[in-house]
C-alpha cells in the first residue's frame, strides 16, 4: 500500500506500507519538474515491488531512503 | 472564576462562571473553502463561526465560544506541526473547553480533530471532539473524550446537539459515558471494587468454567486482524496488479463511480496502454483535490513507470486491469467488502501481487 497517511494504514492492518508525499498523490509529487517527479514515481513503485518480496508478520513501514531528496 | 486542576472528577468553572469555549473547524466549515482551501495554515477568527453558531445557542448563556480555529484539512493531517500550532492559537484564549469537530466520517478531518483532542489533553486543556464511531482518526484520540456524530455534514443538527450535551457533562466535571455518546477508547479510572481482586479473579474462572465465555473486567478491543500475505518470491515471474481508491476513471466518469459513499468498484483496462493520458481519465474522488490526479493521472495509478519496470524484466506481466473505487466516508462494511472481491478477483485472473496507492 501506498499512501501519506501512514499510521491509518498501519492501524487497519495494511501488511507492508510504503510512505507517500502527499494525500491527492501517491505515486507522484507535483513539487519536482515532470522528470524528476516521473525518477520518484519509479522510485516509490520500485519500492513497493522490494516490499511485496518482503516477509511481514504485523503492519510495516518501509520508508524510502533519501526520500528527502527529489 | 476558579479552575480547578486536578485529576478526574474537576469542575471546569465552579459557581456562576462563564464557561471559555474555544471552537475548532476545518476550511470548509468556517466558509474558506472546499479543497482548493485545505492546504491552508492554522488560524483564527473571533466568536462562533459557521456552525459554531448553532452550538452557541445549544450551549446557551453559560458557555461562551470567544474564537474559532481552523485549518485546511490536508495541512492540519499532513504536516507535522499544524496540530502544535492549532492548538497555540486555541491556548492563547485560555479556554476552559476547546470543542472540534464535528468531523462525520471526513479522514483528514477526523484525524485532525482527533489529533488535536488528544495534544490537548496532554498540554492539560479540556477538550471534546465529535466525529462518528466509523471516523478512522478516532484511534488517535487516545483517551481524550469524544462523541459520537452522524455520518454525514446533512446530520449537522443532532451532531451538535450530541456535541452540545457532551460538552455540559465534560464541563460539569463527569466523565462521559456510553449513554452521553462517548466513543473512542474508554479512559481509566479509579473506583473502589466491592470485593479484591482475588475474590473477583476466582469468580471469573468459575463462571468461565461454567460456560460463561464472555465475562471479563477487562474488554478487548476488536481489531480485524489482517494476516499478511507471504512475500512473492518470483516477482520476475509474477503478475502484478495496480489497485486503487483514488477515483481514478475515465474522463465522463462512464460508470458513474460515486465519489463519496461508494458502494461499487470498477474495473479499466491497462491492456496495450504504456500511459494514462492528461485529460483522459480523471479523478472523481471526492476526499481530497483532484488537480494533481487529473492533471497527471500516473500521480494515483503509476502506469507509465509500471509499464517501464515490465519492459526491464523487474516484474513478470502488469495485470491487464487496474481495479479502483472511492475510498471516501465508505462504511467498514463496504470496504471490508471491496477488498475481499478484489483480493478474489485478483487471485483468479492470476495476479500473484497487488499495489494499492491510497489517497
Known sequence: MVCNLVSVAARVGAPRIVPARGIPYPTGDPSLSPDQERRWRRRVVQKALEVLTTPVTAPTVFPIE????? | ????????????VHGRGMTRVVHYLNQ????????DAAGSPPNRIPGPVGPGRRLQQLLGEDFEIVATVHCGDDDASGRPD?????????????????????AFTSGRYGLACARLAAAAADAGIHALAAMHPENPGLEEAGSAPVVASGRQAREMGPSLEALAR???VVAAGDALTAADGSIGR?????????QPAAVRAVDLVLARLGGDRDRTEVPLPRFDAVTPAPPVSDLADATVALVTEGGLVPDGNPDRLESARATRW???????????????????HGGFS????????????????????????AIGHLHDEYLVTAGNGTSVGNARRFGMEWAEDLRRSGARAAILTAT
Open chain 2, 290 to 313: 483532484t488537480v494533481w490526479a487529473n492533471a497527471d493521472p500516473h500521480r494515483i495509478v503509476p502506469l507509465d513507470v509500471a509499464r517501464e519496470l515490465e519492459g526491464e524484466g
Open chain 2, 166 to 168: 457532551a460538552a455540559r
Open chain 2, 266 to 284: 470498477l474495473r479499466y483496462p491497462l491492456q496495450g496502454l504504456d500511459e494514462l493520458g492528461s485529460g483522459a481519465y480523471r479523478s472523481v
Open chain 2, 82 to 102: 499544524a496540530i502544535g500550532e492549532i492548538l497555540a492559537l486555541a491556548a492563547e484564549e485560555h479556554p476552559d473547553l476547546l470543542l472540534i469537530g464535528p
Open chain 1, 66 to 70: 533519501g526520500a528527502d531528496v527529489g
Open chain 2, 1 to 12: 472564576m476558579q479552575h480547578d486542576q486536578d485529576g478526574i472528577g474537576r469542575r471546569l
Open chain 2, 28 to 35: 470548509f466549515f468556517v466558509g474558506q473553502g472546499g479543497e
Open chain 2, 186 to 194: 474508554a479512559r481509566r479510572r479509579v473506583v473502589r471494587a466491592s
